[in-house]
């Protein structure tokens, strides 16, 4: 795969914070997502939401860092949701992931 990728990060009302990825999350730019988020969850944001809804590809790896992503904010009593398409929506799916990770919000 490409390793075109891009996370964005926002504080739109300085006790949440957003990420916004584009492009393909693929093993050659997951770490690249890993070091965003690690930064964001030091942070300690009261909510996270990760918009994965534009990202033209997602790997297994990708999927795996949003789990355990998830897992660790929700142990942090950090509030997390995680907009994926419906390629990435699928692949929870295809693993039948017992914990809701998505929100059916579009991207804004």
Known sequence: MSDTFLVSVQHPDG???KLMC???LDVATTDSLRR???ETIAAAPASLVIDCTGLSFISIDGLHLLLD?????RALGMAITVYLDSNGQ???EVLEHPQPLVGAEPRS
């Open 90 to 92: 699928r692949l929870l």
């Open 22 to 24: 584009v492009g393909e």
């Open 15 to 17: 006790a949440g914070a």
């Open 69 to 73: 992503t998830a897992e660790r904010c």
């Open 36 to 38: 965003a988020l690690e």
